[in-house]
């Protein structure tokens, strides 16, 4: 039920309704001076008044949320695998492409897809795809001068300074660097120096992030690949062990000095595996290891160095550098403090097997061994006063290299293949000068698309550069 209340009042109780009209003024009051007053003031003359002609403005800032940009870029190298196969690894591969040609829809997907692939190779046929449209325009072509820019310089936090033997990227990214520090020179470290080696963050020179500990200094530390809290090191005494930084500082586990190698463990590197467990590592007494982190105690296999592919021991060679590829598990390259190149096989049944080839090489210690990115059987090596890059087919002598340097001896610190142009050299000078071959695009040592080289220098400092657009 609705309640109403009526409200009801008359018009005479509003009140007299308001009349305007016009009408001349009218004068109510006039009140004169009074000359009475006049002589209790002063008068100013001049009289000064301010006025702002000037527009009333206002200022506000505000803090608007920042807008964040991130530049993404993709290198397709395989596509069309399931999520749990990996590319990288072979047998995974190999075992997907035969149970995928055992499919009885795959022939006939093959005939369904032979139609349109014929269709499209008639169509390139009949249109030039290759045309150039602007021929008879010249391109301006600006080369900017090669330079580099220091970012930051990681010092030798000690007070005993030691030699950088050894620099590693994070495989994940620019962020971090695994330094090792050792005297190579024989008897030339101090009783008191510090064996410690560190992993620097590339944002702070000042404080390491974590300290690696170890009896004997560290001649190379690596990034587990697979695991990135993991980091394998070889050491002046021969010992070769591993690190989780997760659990500290001090090793996790070392190999027993009676199994270990008699000489310095110059290099070690981890192979690709399912586990991400394995490795293996050299040394100048002329033998390679292959381990386990899972049981130390003993190599699972090893290879002498024997030129004579003998397996003699009292002949071998002594390595300075490895190399090795991923995606040629078996093989790897070793550079010996001789001068020569020895191309191995693990997989060799017979001494014979195992030494595949052997190069020349350096009238001196090879200090760096890479493969070429793009075509495998082509690979740099860096010793004595020159550059040299190889073909697996011509043995005798090498295709290319840079001219002879007699005052400079050309260190293996930095040098590298370009992986978007494989006929560019550069390598680092002992005094830290950086010469490129062929300078017109190339990269010290680029991670993740960042132009960031890095330099080991002779005076206990890493140097993390900045490359310019006109070396990259």
């Not at 060799?348 to 210690?365: C, Y």
């Not at 059987?377 to 697996?392: H, M, P, Q, Y």
């Not at 290299?401 to 050299?425: D, E, H």
Request: proline content about 7%; aromatic content about 8%.
């Amino acid at each position: 039920m609705e309640a109403v209340y009526p409200y009801h009042k008359k018009r005479s109780q509003f009140g007299r309704q308001c009349m305007f009209s016009d009408r001349p003024a009218e004068l109510h009051i006039d009140i004169l001076p009074e000359s009475s007053t006049l002589t209790e003031f002063i008068e100013r003359n001049p009289v000064d008044r301010g006025i702002q002609i000037g527009p009333d403005m206002s200022e506000h800032e505000v803090n608007t949320t920042r807008f964040e940009t991130e530049n993404r870029g993709i290198n397709h190298v395989e596509g069309g695998w399931p999520k749990d196969i990996n590319p990288n690894e072979v047998e995974q591969t190999m075992r997907y492409r035969k149970k995928i040609e055992k499919d009885e829809m795959y022939v006939g997907a093959i005939i369904g897809l032979g139609g349109l692939v014929e269709h499209c190779i008639k169509q390139n046929n009949a249109i030039d795809i290759y045309e150039s449209y602007f021929e008879e325009i010249d391109a301006e072509i600006t080369e900017e001068a090669p330079t580099a820019k220091t970012i930051n310089v990681f010092r030798d936090p000690n007070t005993n300074k030691r030699t950088v033997s050894h620099i590693c990227w994070y495989p994940d990214g620019s962020r971090k660097l695994a330094v090792a520090y050792c005297n190579l020179e024989f008897q030339s470290s101090l009783p008191d120096t510090c064996p410690d080696s560190y992993v620097w963050d590339i944002e702070n020179p000042n404080r390491p992030e974590t300290t690696i500990k170890t009896i004997s200094p560290l001649v190379c530390l690596e990034f587990n690949p697979k695991d990135t809290h993991i980091l394998l090191g070889g050491c002046y005494n021969g010992q070769v062990g591993f690190w989780d930084v997760r659990k500290g500082s001090h090793p996790v586990e070392l190999t027993p000095v009676e199994q270990s190698h008699r000489d310095p463990a110059y290099k070690a590197l981890w192979i690709q595996s399912k586990t991400g467990n394995e490795f293996f590592s050299a040394s100048t007494d002329g033998q390679v290891f292959w381990w386990d982190n899972r049981k130390l105690g003993e190599p699972v296999e090893s290879i002498v160095l024997d030129p004579t592919k003998k397996q003699d021991p009292t002949k071998a060679h002594g390595a300075i550098s490895l190399e090795y590829e991923p995606t040629m598990p078996t093989k790897f390259m070793v550079g010996t403090e001789q001068g020569t190149i020895i191309s191995c096989n693990r997989k060799g049944k017979t001494p014979a097997e195992k030494i595949v080839n052997v190069f020349p090489g350096h009238l001196g210690p090879v200090y760096a061994l890479q493969r070429n990115p793009l075509f495998p059987k082509n690979f740099l090596s860096v010793g004595d006063w020159t550059a040299r890059i190889w073909s697996e087919d011509i043995k005798d002598s090498s295709i290319m290299w840079t001219k002879v340097r007699v005052r400079v001896r050309v260190y293996a610190l930095g040098s590298r293949l370009c992986s978007r142009c494989p006929l560019q050299i550069p390598h680092v000078l002992p005094d830290g000068r950086v010469l490129v071959a062929h300078s017109s695009s190339c990269v010290l040592h680029h991670q993740d698309g960042r132009h960031l080289g890095r330099l080991g220098l002779h005076l206990q400092a890493e140097r993390s550069l900045s490359v310019c657009p006109g070396v990259r």
